[in-house]
T-cell receptor, first 110, second 116 residues
Framework: GQNIDQPTEMTATEGAIVQINCTYQ??????LFWYQQHAGEAPTFLSYNVLDGLEEKGRFSSFLSRSKGYSYLLLKELQMKDSASYLC???????????FGAGTQVVVTP | EAGVAQSPRYKIIEKRQSVAFWCNPI?????LYWYQQILGQGPKLLIQ????????DSQLPKDRFSAERLKGVDSTLKIQPAKLEDSAVYLC??????????????FGPGTRLTVT
């Protein structure tokens, strides 16, 4: 089975940086995804890591350490529109099946 | 490019009634997923199709839930009879598929089910 843990909620100020950690225990590993989900909307893809290291995409970066079962999503220059739930998901097998964490609710304050 | 379509967007039923949800994936996407997302939780995979075949339905409560993708395109998910704990958002997602190595999943807007 798989276990994916991430904090329930984080609060940060507009313009600041927030780091959302995700730890996982899986029987297999074929990649880690981060999704953004605004209230009442569908998840949208943010990033994908399969090798160790940092992937940067604009204001968002994602890091992976497979040996530690650890990833983080870094959100820089926070904007009010970044207030959302951020979901960490692990693909444990080759069929694309994702196991999601419960999500981290990020609240951006003025 | 049109996204994943789902209907209805909202549904309210009484317990023990039946309900069906419909999903039309992005054109050309071979893999289709149905997820259940209970409030405050991440999506949980119910069933995964590769074309019209089932790849994984290990978390589908088969005594009351069923799903089909007869022509390998659109899909329906049915609950019969519904229970109070089935209240959730049902998300459909699609991806190009295993053979292409493209696993990014695109989600539809979801159907919010309330069972009273």
């Amino acid at each position: 089975g798989q276990n994916i843990d991430q904090p329930t909620e984080m609060t940060a100020t507009e313009g600041a940086i927030v780091q959302i950690n995700c730890t996982y225990q899986t029987s297999g590993f074929n990649g880690l995804f981060w999704y953004q989900q605004h209230a009442g909307e569908a998840p949208t893809f943010l990033s994908y890591n399969v090798l160790d290291g940092l992937e940067e995409k604009g204001r968002f970066s994602s890091f992976l350490s497979r040996s530690k079962g650890y990833s983080y999503l870094l959100l820089k220059e926070l904007q009010m529109k970044d207030s959302a739930s951020y979901l960490c998901a692990v693909r444990g097998d080759s069929w694309g099946k994702l196991q999601f964490g419960a999500g981290t609710q990020v609240v951006v304050t003025p | 490019e049109a996204g994943v379509a789902q209907s209805p967007r909202y549904k309210i039923i009484e317990k023990r009634q039946s309900v069906a949800f419909w999903c039309n994936p992005i054109s050309g996407h071979a893999t289709l997923y149905w997820y259940q997302q209970i409030l405050g939780q991440g999506p949980k995979l119910l069933i995964q199709f590769q074309n019209n075949g089932v790849v994984d339905d290990s978390q589908l409560p088969k005594d009351r839930f069923s799903a089909e993708r007869l022509k390998g395109v659109d899909s329906t998910l049915k609950i019969q009879p519904a229970k109070l704990e089935d209240s959730a958002v049902y998300l459909c997602a699609s991806s190009l598929g295993v053979s292409t190595g493209d696993y990014e999943q695109y989600f539809g807007p979801g159907t919010r089910l309330t069972v009273t």
